[in-house]
């Protein structure tokens, strides 16, 4: 069976106590039988290795810190969380408002404390808030990395956390449009309700980010159908007069999925479904299109 092999930032990777070469966010994968129950480790600079035992049961028990993909032709495993070694403090950011304290640091892991007159709460952080700027709006927490957006409340409940292209916020509303990784172009005008426990969102509008953006072309036209299901937007132009009352139907059938995965293989596509933490599994569905056009959706 092919086994893949990916890791959140540079690793060695040895498997039974063999050096395999270096992995990162683009696979490398070998034929190994998991009946061989071969000792897998992802070994990164300044942090403790990933490892674990290869066999059958990752089919349905991820190994601690790593997402697993049940593929159509063998398993993917990413080792998405390394413990840092360097335990050194490092203040990022700082700021108060009256008894309010807020800062983040490093300490190992990148981390968000927040401190009143009666209470201490703490929270991990990605690594993108090692540059971050510190606001309050509506009660809330906002972190601004040079990339991300994320709102937490004052008991350190993370309510928010999305790429955003721009912001802006006041003490009743969150606006921000973000990025989608659609085959389209397309970016989400989106508007937050705010108060001391949630962010509601209460508006999503669609929009190309660009003018004269062109279509997506045929050998997309698939990958953008699927990506259109996704986000919430309205499927129905790739699909034939004969498709449309079935929208509803096709949705039903694919199912809930977290993303969308193009193939190799022409208007095929692979669907990211969740089976249980940390655990994938790909389902490929095939179109079939005629004069440009959804005529069919298959599973494969």
Not at 107 to 133: K, M, R, W
Not at 174 to 187: E, Y
Not at 211 to 237: K, M, Q
Request: charged share 20%.
């Amino acid at each position: 069976m092919k086994i893949y092999f990916l890791a959140s930032q540079p690793c060695a990777l040895k498997i039974g106590g063999t050096f395999f070469g270096m992995v990162n966010d683009f696979e490398r994968f070998a034929e190994f039988s998991l009946k061989d129950n071969l000792f897998v480790e992802f070994i990164p600079e300044n942090a403790l290795p990933i490892c674990f035992f290869l066999n059958e049961s990752i089919r349905f028990s991820p190994p601690a810190n790593c997402d697993v993909y049940l593929l159509k032709d063998g398993i993917a495993i990413y080792a998405r969380a390394f413990t840092p070694t360097d335990l050194a403090l490092r203040p990022i950011a700082q700021k108060r408002f009256d008894e309010l304290l807020v800062t983040v640091f490093q300490q190992g892991y990148l981390q968000l404390s927040i401190q009143t007159p009666d209470h201490f709460f703490n929270a991990t952080l990605p690594p993108s808030f090692s540059v971050c700027e510190i606001f309050l709006h509506g009660g809330l927490i906002f972190l601004k990395s040079p990339l991300q957006l994320t709102v937490f409340t004052k008991t350190g409940k993370q309510l928010f956390l999305e790429r955003v292209l721009s912001w802006s916020a006041d003490d009743k509303e969150l606006r921000a449009v973000l990025p989608l990784s659609d085959a389209r172009n397309r970016v989400a005008d989106c508007t937050w309700e705010l108060c001391e426990t949630e962010c509601k969102c209460t508006n999503f509008i669609l929009r190309q980010s660009a003018e004269n953006v062109a279509e997506p072309p045929p050998d997309l036209l698939a990958y953008a159908f699927f990506e259109s299901l996704l986000i919430g937007a309205d499927p129905t132009e790739f699909l034939s007069n004969e498709l449309i009352p079935d929208t509803d139907k096709i949705s039903s059938f694919l199912g809930d999925f977290e993303s969308v995965i193009p193939t190799d293989t022409l208007n095929v596509c692979g669907l990211i479904k969740r089976k249980s933490e940390n655990l994938f599994e790909v389902v490929y569905y095939r179109t079939e299109i005629q004069n440009g056009k959804i005529t069919d959706v298959k599973r494969i």
